[in-house]
């Protein structure tokens, strides 16, 4: 059974940072790209950033690039999200889910998100 397992959100003023983690099990985590994505209230899902399995690539949204880090721990099956310059409309549930490109990520499964709340 494949297990996501987000954590590291919380409350934070703006311009500050998180770092988000994700464990998972339950699938080989070296053999799959992997991204976060994102859902605001009241909007809709938006994919936020990928790293390909072998950590050689990553790519962003535009409206994170700059302020965000992919990276992941092949080692530990876990992926990050370090996040500066955290902005008001960075606030959302984060997910990671497995696949690397916005167009290929599997919405089949899903942990329970972790939630970024940035406000003064």
């Known amino acids: 059974e494949v297990q996501l397992v987000e954590s590291g959100g919380g409350l934070v003023q703006p311009g500050g940072s998180l770092t988000l983690s994700c464990v998972v099990s339950?699938?080989?985590?070296?053999?799959?790209?992997m991204s976060w994505v994102r859902q605001a209230q009241g909007k809709g899902l938006e994919w936020v950033s990928g790293?390909?399995?072998?950590?050689?690539?990553?790519t962003y949204a535009d409206s994170v690039k700059g302020r965000f880090t992919i990276s992941r721990d092949n080692a530990k099956n876990t992926l990050y999200l370090q996040m500066n310059s955290l902005h008001f409309d960075d606030t959302a549930i984060y997910y990671c889910?497995?696949?690397?490109?916005?167009?290929?990520?599997?919405?089949?499964?899903w942990g329970q998100g972790t939630q970024v709340t940035v406000s003064s």
């Open positions: 339950g699938f080989t985590f070296s053999s799959y790209g």
């Open positions: 889910l497995r696949g690397e490109k916005r167009e290929t990520v599997d919405a089949t499964s």
């Open positions: 790293i390909n399995r072998g950590c050689t690539s990553t």
